[in-house]
Every structure is written in structure tokens, then in C-alpha cells.
């Protein structure tokens, strides 16, 4: 070949050491992200085998020493030899990169999907790795370092138990955290049970003493889940519809209920995997919704003849739904590979959906009505939504004139050297327009809280005054009107309290930019002002604490005195504006945190902030206990 390179070069380039010398080729990253995505990788190769139906319970253990065991009831991973690379088929699996798919076509499958990059892949990157069947009345074991066999398959005894298991230690040369996170992996194991109907999976911590378990198992399936994710909702009627069936090969679920709230939480998933960016079978669920809904009204006179329909938005207002679906050949597409392509998606879903919704809505012309009025209520609303949406986008398409009167603009006008500070309270706001650097600085104080986005529907939420008055500093728009090259500051930087108060109010904003604005926060615009806790003096000179552990370091370094003096921040009120600037607002200085999503989170992020912001006090009360660990700086 002209470039030099024989067969036999490309062979030792495909092979795993090629996975450890580029990672990022095979899987997205190396961060905990990455370090997470090893287990799912090996979890869904037992999800397989459940969908094939063999398999009924998937265990995941984290043990001390930080490797993670995988253990499944299923079938057991062949152990015979195979013709093609003379080796038994299970080292295949664990050696030869996309290995699979000769003893396994013609099913569903998730795993292999997107990120399937096979468990050779975990094996490539793992200090150590064992894997244990038990295939035909064996027990079976075989040993791998770094993706190379140390210990051959070995038989080791009778055994009436059937299943693999498998303990992987990821390689901490490789990955830059290595450290398991219970509840990330938490929760998308759970959405994995909730998505595989009758699979039981457990989670146990073997790192905690006692060992802390939790188990996941659904006999309802996604219906379950639209349950869970309405658990803070007050739901407009008790019933989750459900409906599944299959066509053109393609495995349909859609299950929905409807809650007394104003957004839409629809998701779609195909072979398990969130497509974010929807496609195909969501469009046919959508349709199928639309026009099926339309006709109930109709028919029964919901909607005079004349009279316009309801939009597919109207229908969708406080709805709650999820469509599943198993194909054997998906196609993705989009920015992020996440939207599915395939156009007999779509008709099966909308085709399933119709003739089933048709004839629930026969049988329970009751939950029919109450959709049908929530929905005629919302297109009134819509149109007064609209009307404040457009007004807004006007306004804050104007020059400066129009600019809310309490902020404090900066000078230069290039929005790239811009920030705008939102802060809370009036003398917080004065002391800040007093410090701040007032050619790149903009000032923008809030009075009091600001109003809750998941309480009230878009006209009420654009009267808002100070809503309106970050809409039309930001210039950006909102919603379908909005447009990121308006953007007039390159960081909006959120200032608050230090304490619940403050921590509320920068929740409540951050909701608001999450419904209205996401892409500010998904484009990396939106960062947390973090103000010190403690001023410690000393012989006049002065230090800023930004947490505990900071206090007692420097308490350590400047030695414990009488004539120390120790000052806990109550708030930005009780500094100067020359404290202010020093430890909160000087770039070089402050300590900012920028706000980030994950995309592969928005589901849990909806349902965070739908608990947080909920009108169900026990969901919240749950949450913020089990989470209390994870929140510092909380002044309780
Ligand atoms: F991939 C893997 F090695 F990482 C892995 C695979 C890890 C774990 C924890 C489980 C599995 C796995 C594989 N569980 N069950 C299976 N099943 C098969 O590999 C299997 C067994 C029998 C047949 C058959 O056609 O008889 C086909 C398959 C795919």
C-alpha cells in the first residue's frame, strides 16, 4: 500500500491497545461521565438479554476497593469455541473491539446502540477485569489486566445456577476520576427498570457499612414512570394511559397522564436511549394525539364546527408522556446522533396510538372531557401568551431607551467583555453599582423573590416586572423568539445570599433561564456568584473564607489567637462596596461557578426542578434529605 502500512500494522491497530492510547475515539470522555458509562456499557449487555427474555434480575454491586461487579441471571455468555479466531466465545467478547452480533442477530438490542462500544472497550481500559459464567451445569471463569488475558478460561466446577458476572476495575491512569457516584448511577438505572417492564435491577454499596441497597422493579413499566414523574404533580385525573402494540416490526410503548401544571414533559427513548433530540416516533406520537384529541372534541362537541382546533401545544400543556420503542435497525441523526430517523417509527407509533386512544377515549369519555377542557383552556391562554411573548421580544429588541430603569448598564458595548450581575435585594444591588468595574459590569438588583416559572403559565410569568426586566437586559428573547447572537453579556452572573434564601432565589432564576432560556445555560452563559462565609482579621490584615474547610486552614496557617476577629457573612448586605468587590465582583479574584447541563440529564433535571418547585411537600421534603449530604454552604 502507497502509505507504507501492512495488513498486519492495521491489525495491531484495531486491536485494544488502540483503545488505550486514544481513548476519547470510543468513549466521550474520561471524566466521571465517562467512568460511568463503563457500567451502563456493561449493564445493557444483561439488559439484552432480559428483552431476549432470559433474563429477570440484574445486580450492580460497588465494591471497597472501587471496581464494580455486574451480575445477571441470564443465559450465561457462551464459553465454546469459535471457528472464526479459535477462541472461546466469551474471550472474544472481551478482547476483539465490536465483537458480538454472529450468535445474536435478529433481536432487540440496546446495548451495541449509541455509546455501544462492547465490553471490550471497559476491558481496554481497566486495571483488571474478571468475568464468571455459569453455562450448562459450569461454572466458568476467565482473567484479563488492561484487556490482556492473565488467566485463560478455566472450568471450575458443577453448578445448577445459570448467569454471568462480571467485576471490572477501571484504570486510574485513564480516567480522571474513579470514584462511584451511587446516585448518578442511580438514577439511570432506574429509568433503565422503569424502561424494561418486569426487570428487576439492584444497586448495593458495598463502600457503606451497613451496605446501602436499592432495588428497582416495575411491573407497569413506563406507565410507572409517568406515575414517578408526576409524584409532585397534583394530576388532573388518576389513570396513566398506556398503550403498546407492534407494526413494521417495530416495538411500540407510549404512556401518558396529565397534570393542573403549564409545561410539557414529553420524552421519547429507543432501545432504551433517551433521544433528546426526539424524531420520528415522537412526531407520530404527537400526531397521533393531536388529531385523536381533535376528533373526541369534535364528535362531542367540544369544538364547534367552525371553531379552529386545539394545537398539538394545547394538548401537550401539563402533559406528562413517554414513548419507548424497540427497533432492530435504528437510525440516528441530528447534532447530537440523539433523533431517530426512521420513518416506520412514525407510522407505527401514530398508527398504535390512534386506534388505541380512539377507543379509550370511547370507553372513558370522562378523562376524555377533562383533557379537552385543560386544553381550550390553555389555547385561550396561548393566544394572551403569545401576545406578551411577542411584546417582550419587541421590547427587548429595542435600543437602550427601553432598558428596565434599575439596571445599571456598563459602557462598552461589545458583548463579548460584558457581564450582568443579577442581584438580590436593593442594598445588595447599591453596594454592587458602587463596586463594580463599570465598562464591562452591568447591575441588575431584584426585589425580593422572584416569581415561581412552574406555578403559572407564560402570560402571568412575562407581566412579571422583574422578569421582564432580565428579559430585556439580556436582548436574547425567549422561547422560539429566542435568539443567542442578541445576547448583550457574555456572563450573566447570579448574586445572592449566601444562605436558603439566597440559595431559593437562585433556583428560582435558574428555573426561569432553564424554561425560557436554556440554551443560555447549555452555551455555558450562566454562572453562580460564590460570596465568602467568614472575614478573619488579624493584626489588620484581613482574609475571606469561602467555606468551612477554607476557615479552618487559614485558622491553622495564622495560628489560633485572642486577637483573631471572625466575622460570619449573614449576607451581601453586611459588606462595603469595597468588600463586595474584592471578594465577589474583581475577575481576579471572585470565585464564580458556571451552571452546565448534561443533555443526557434533562430528564432528571425536569423532574428536579418540578420537585423542587412542586406544589407536593413530601417529594420535596424526600429529595432535600437525601440530598442534604451533597449541599454545603447551606446555612441552616
Ligand atoms: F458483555 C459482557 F461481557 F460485558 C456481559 C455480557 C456482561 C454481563 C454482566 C452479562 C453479559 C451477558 C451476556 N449476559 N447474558 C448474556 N447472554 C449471551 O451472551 C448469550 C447467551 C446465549 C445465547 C444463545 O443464543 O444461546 C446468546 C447470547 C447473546
Given at each position: 500500500?502507497?502509505?507504507?502500512?501492512?495488513?498486519n500494522q492495521?491489525?495491531?491497530?484495531?486491536?485494544?491497545?488502540?483503545?488505550?492510547k486514544?481513548?476519547?475515539?470510543?468513549?466521550d470522555?474520561?471524566?466521571?461521565?465517562?467512568?460511568?458509562?463503563l457500567?451502563y456499557?456493561?449493564?445493557d449487555?444483561?439488559?439484552?438479554?432480559?428483552?431476549?427474555g432470559?433474563?429477570?434480575?440484574?445486580?450492580?454491586?460497588l465494591n471497597?476497593?472501587n471496581?464494580?461487579t455486574?451480575i445477571?441471571?441470564?443465559?450465561?455468555?457462551p464459553?465454546g469455541?469459535q471457528?472464526?479466531?479459535?477462541k472461546?466465545a466469551?474471550?472474544?467478547?472481551?478482547?476483539?473491539?465490536?465483537?458480538?452480533?454472529?450468535f445474536d442477530?435478529?433481536?432487540?438490542k440496546?446495548?451495541?446502540g449509541l455509546?455501544?462500544?462492547?465490553a471490550?472497550?471497559?476491558?481496554a481500559?481497566?486495571?483488571r477485569l474478571e468475568?464468571r459464567?455459569?453455562v450448562?451445569?459450569?461454572?466458568?471463569?476467565?482473567?484479563?489486566a488492561y484487556g490482556?488475558?492473565?488467566?485463560?478460561?478455566?472450568?471450575?466446577?458443577?453448578?445448577?445456577?445459570r448467569g454471568?458476572?462480571?467485576?471490572f476495575?477501571?484504570?486510574d491512569?485513564?480516567f480522571?476520576?474513579t470514584?462511584?457516584?451511587f446516585?448518578?448511577?442511580?438514577?439511570?438505572l432506574?429509568e433503565?427498570?422503569?424502561?424494561?417492564?418486569?426487570?428487576?435491577?439492584?444497586?448495593?454499596d458495598d463502600?457503606?457499612?451497613?451496605v446501602?441497597?436499592?432495588s428497582?422493579?416495575y411491573e407497569g413499566g413506563i406507565s410507572?414512570?409517568?406515575?414517578?414523574?408526576?409524584?409532585?404533580?397534583t394530576?388532573?385525573?388518576?389513570?396513566?394511559?398506556?398503550f403498546?402494540?407492534?407494526?413494521?416490526?417495530v416495538?411500540?410503548?407510549?404512556a401518558?397522564?396529565?397534570?393542573?401544571g403549564?409545561?410539557?414533559n414529553v420524552?421519547?427513548?429507543v432501545?432504551?436511549i433517551n433521544?433528546?433530540e426526539?424524531?420520528?416516533h415522537?412526531?407520530?406520537l404527537?400526531?397521533?394525539?393531536?388529531k385523536?384529541f381533535?376528533?373526541f372534541?369534535r364528535k362531542?362537541k367540544f369544538?364547534?364546527?367552525?371553531?379552529?382546533?386545539?394545537?398539538?401545544e394545547?394538548?401537550?400543556e401539563?402533559?406528562?408522556?413517554?414513548?419507548?420503542?424497540?427497533?432492530?435497525?435504528?437510525?440516528?441523526?441530528?447534532?447530537?446522533?440523539?433523533?431517530l430517523?426512521?420513518?416506520?417509527?412514525?407510522?407505527a407509533?401514530?398508527s398504535?396510538?390512534s386506534e388505541k386512544?380512539g377507543i379509550?377515549?370511547?370507553?372513558?369519555?370522562a378523562i376524555?372531557?377533562?383533557?379537552v377542557?385543560?386544553?381550550?383552556v390553555?389555547k385561550?391562554?396561548?393566544s394572551a401568551?403569545?401576545k406578551a411573548r411577542e411584546?417582550?421580544?419587541?421590547?427587548?429588541?429595542l435600543?437602550?431607551m427601553?432598558l428596565p430603569?434599575?439596571?445599571a448598564d456598563?459602557?462598552?458595548?461589545?458583548?463579548?467583555?460584558c457581564?450582568i450581575y443579577?442581584v438580590?435585594?436593593?442594598?445588595?444591588?447599591g453596594s454592587?453599582?458602587t463596586?463594580r468595574?463599570?465598562?464591562t459590569q452591568?447591575?441588575?438588583?431584584?426585589?425580593?423573590?422572584i416569581?415561581?416559572?412552574?406555578?403559572a403559565r407564560?402570560?402571568?410569568i412575562?407581566?412579571?416586572?422583574?422578569?421582564?426586566a432580565?428579559i430585556?437586559?439580556?436582548?436574547?428573547?425567549?422561547?422560539?423568539e429566542?435568539?443567542?447572537s442578541?445576547?448583550?453579556?457574555?456572563?450573566?452572573?447570579?448574586?445572592?445570599?449566601?444562605?436558603?434564601?439566597?440559595?431559593?432565589?437562585s433556583t428560582?432564576?435558574l428555573t426561569?433561564?432553564y424554561?425560557?432560556m436554556?440554551d443560555?445555560i447549555r452555551?455555558?452563559?450562566v454562572?453562580?456568584?460564590k460570596?465568602?462565609?467568614?472575614?478573619?482579621e488579624?493584626?489588620?490584615?484581613?482574609?475571606?473564607?469561602y467555606?468551612?474547610?477554607e476557615l479552618?486552614s487559614?485558622?491553622t496557617?495564622?495560628?489560633?489567637d485572642?486577637?483573631?476577629?471572625?466575622?460570619?457573612y449573614?449576607?451581601?448586605?453586611?459588606?462595603?462596596a469595597?468588600?463586595?468587590?474584592?471578594t465577589?465582583?474583581?475577575?481576579?479574584?471572585r470565585?464564580?461557578?458556571?451552571?452546565?447541563?448534561?443533555?443526557?440529564?434533562?430528564?432528571d433535571?425536569?423532574?428536579?426542578?418540578?420537585?423542587?418547585?412542586?406544589?407536593?411537600?413530601?417529594?420535596r421534603r424526600?429529595?432535600?434529605?437525601k440530598?442534604?449530604?451533597y449541599?454545603?454552604?447551606?446555612?441552616i
Amino acid at each position: 500500500m502507497s502509505n507504507g502500512y501492512s495488513a498486519n500494522q492495521i491489525q495491531v491497530l484495531e486491536g485494544l491497545e488502540a483503545v488505550r492510547k486514544r481513548p476519547g475515539m470510543y468513549i466521550d470522555s474520561t471524566s466521571s461521565r465517562g467512568l460511568h458509562h463503563l457500567v451502563y456499557e456493561i449493564v445493557d449487555n444483561s439488559v439484552d438479554e432480559a428483552l431476549a427474555g432470559y433474563c429477570t434480575e440484574i445486580r450492580v454491586i460497588l465494591n471497597k476497593d472501587n471496581s464494580v461487579t455486574v451480575i445477571d441471571n441470564g443465559r450465561g455468555i457462551p464459553v465454546g469455541i469459535q471457528e472464526k479466531l479459535h477462541k472461546p466465545a466469551v474471550e472474544v467478547v472481551f478482547t476483539v473491539l465490536h465483537a458480538g452480533g454472529k450468535f445474536d442477530s435478529g433481536v432487540y438490542k440496546v446495548s451495541g446502540g449509541l455509546h455501544g462500544v462492547g465490553a471490550s472497550v471497559v476491558n481496554a481500559l481497566s486495571k483488571r477485569l474478571e468475568v464468571r459464567v455459569c453455562v450448562d451445569g459450569y461454572e466458568y471463569s476467565e482473567h484479563f489486566a488492561y484487556g490482556n488475558v492473565t488467566e485463560p478460561l478455566k472450568k471450575l466446577g458443577p453448578t445448577d445456577k445459570r448467569g454471568t458476572m462480571v467485576t471490572f476495575l477501571p484504570d486510574d491512569t485513564i480516567f480522571e476520576e474513579t470514584v462511584f457516584d451511587f446516585n448518578y448511577l442511580k438514577v439511570r438505572l432506574r429509568e433503565i427498570a422503569f424502561l424494561t417492564k418486569g426487570l428487576k435491577i439492584t444497586l448495593e454499596d458495598d463502600r457503606e457499612d451497613p451496605v446501602y441497597k436499592e432495588s428497582f422493579h416495575y411491573e407497569g413499566g413506563i406507565s410507572e414512570y409517568v406515575r414517578f414523574l408526576n409524584r409532585s404533580k397534583t394530576t388532573l385525573y388518576d389513570d396513566v394511559i398506556y398503550f403498546e402494540g407492534m407494526k413494521n416490526d417495530v416495538l411500540v410503548e407510549a404512556a401518558f397522564q396529565h397534570n393542573d401544571g403549564y409545561t410539557e414533559n414529553v420524552y421519547s427513548f429507543v432501545n432504551n436511549i433517551n433521544t433528546v433530540e426526539g424524531g420520528t416516533h415522537l412526531a407520530g406520537l404527537k400526531s397521533a394525539l393531536t388529531k385523536t384529541f381533535n376528533d373526541f372534541a369534535r364528535k362531542n362537541k367540544f369544538i364547534k364546527d367552525n371553531e379552529e382546533p386545539l394545537s398539538g401545544e394545547d394538548i401537550r400543556e401539563g402533559l406528562t408522556a413517554i414513548v419507548s420503542i424497540k427497533i432492530k435497525e435504528p437510525q440516528f441523526g441530528g447534532q447530537t446522533k440523539r433523533k431517530l430517523g426512521n420513518s416506520e417509527a412514525r407510522v407505527a407509533v401514530d398508527s398504535i396510538v390512534s386506534e388505541k386512544l380512539g377507543i379509550y377515549l370511547e370507553q372513558n369519555p370522562a378523562i376524555g372531557r377533562i383533557i379537552v377542557e385543560k386544553s381550550l383552556v390553555a389555547k385561550r391562554a396561548r393566544s394572551a401568551a403569545r401576545k406578551a411573548r411577542e411584546l417582550a421580544h419587541r421590547k427587548s429588541a429595542l435600543d437602550s431607551m427601553s432598558l428596565p430603569g434599575k439596571l445599571a448598564d456598563c459602557s462598552d458595548k461589545n458583548p463579548e467583555n460584558c457581564e450582568i450581575y443579577i442581584v438580590e435585594g436593593d442594598s445588595a444591588g447599591g453596594s454592587a453599582k458602587t463596586a463594580r468595574s463599570r465598562a464591562t459590569q452591568a447591575i441588575l438588583p431584584l426585589r425580593g423573590k422572584i416569581l415561581n416559572v412552574e406555578k403559572a403559565r407564560d402570560d402571568k410569568i412575562l407581566e412579571n416586572a422583574e422578569i421582564q426586566a432580565m428579559i430585556t437586559a439580556f436582548g436574547t428573547g425567549v422561547r422560539d423568539e429566542f435568539d443567542i447572537s442578541k445576547l448583550r453579556y457574555n456572563k450573566i452572573i447570579i448574586m445572592t445570599d449566601a444562605d436558603v434564601d439566597g440559595a431559593h432565589i437562585s433556583t428560582l432564576l435558574l428555573t426561569f433561564f432553564y424554561r425560557f432560556m436554556p440554551d443560555l445555560i447549555r452555551e455555558g452563559h450562566v454562572y453562580l456568584a460564590k460570596p465568602p462565609l467568614y472575614k478573619i482579621e488579624k493584626n489588620k490584615k484581613v482574609w475571606y473564607a469561602y467555606s468551612d474547610d477554607e476557615l479552618n486552614s487559614i485558622i491553622t496557617e495564622i495560628g489560633r489567637d485572642q486577637n483573631n476577629k471572625i466575622q460570619r457573612y449573614k449576607g451581601l448586605g453586611e459588606m462595603d462596596a469595597e468588600q463586595l468587590w474584592e471578594t465577589t465582583m474583581d475577575p481576579e479574584k471572585r470565585i464564580l461557578l458556571r451552571v452546565t447541563m448534561d443533555e443526557d440529564d434533562k430528564l432528571d433535571i425536569d423532574n428536579t426542578f418540578s420537585i423542587l418547585m412542586g406544589d407536593k411537600v413530601e417529594p420535596r421534603r424526600e429529595f432535600i434529605e437525601k440530598n442534604a449530604k451533597y449541599v454545603q454552604n447551606l446555612d441552616i
